[in-house]
C-alpha cells in the first residue's frame, strides 16, 4: 500500500500563502496522477488541482492562485497557494491514482491512496 507523507499546513491570515508536500513511499510522483483535493467541516471533500504526465488541472475557486508542481529530484509533489482566502480554510489530501490516462481526474473516486490529511486554516 503506497503511503502519501503530507506537510506544509498551517494558519495564515487571508492574503498570505502556504505551501504543501507531498512524497509518496513507493515509486515517483511521475508515476501517478497526482491530485489535492481538499474538504472543510459539514462539506464533502473536493478537488483542488491535479497533474500527471498530460499536464494540470484547477478547480475554478484556486485558478490563478493556487499552483501544483512535482519534482522528480526530490519525488515530492507540491501545492503552492497565494493570495490564501477564509473559504480556502479545510484538511488538505494528497492523492495519488495508477494508470494512465489522458486528462486530470477531479472526482475523488479516481484515486486509490491518500495523504492522512494536513489543516490548512486562514483568517480574515
Known amino acids: 500500500q503506497v503511503q502519501l507523507v503530507e506537510s506544509g499546513g498551517g494558519l495564515v491570515q487571508a492574503g498570505g500563502s502556504l505551501r504543501l508536500s507531498c512524497a509518496p513511499s513507493e515509486g515517483t510522483v511521475s508515476d501517478y496522477g497526482m491530485g489535492w483535493f481538499r474538504q472543510a467541516p459539514g462539506k464533502e471533500r473536493g478537488f483542488v488541482a491535479g497533474i500527471n504526465w498530460s499536464g494540470h488541472s484547477y478547480a475554478d475557486s484556486v485558478k490563478g492562485r493556487f499552483t501544483i508542481s512535482s519534482d522528480n529530484a526530490k519525488n515530492t509533489l507540491f501545492l503552492q497557494m497565494n493570495s490564501l482566502k477564509p473559504e480556502d480554510t479545510a484538511v488538505y489530501y494528497c492523492?495519488?491514482?495508477?494508470?494512465?490516462?489522458?486528462?486530470?481526474?477531479?472526482?475523488?473516486?479516481?484515486?486509490?491512496?491518500w495523504g492522512q490529511g494536513t489543516q490548512v486554516t486562514v483568517s480574515s
Open positions: 492523492a495519488a491514482r495508477t494508470g494512465i490516462v489522458f486528462g486530470i481526474r477531479s472526482d475523488p473516486n479516481d484515486y486509490e491512496h
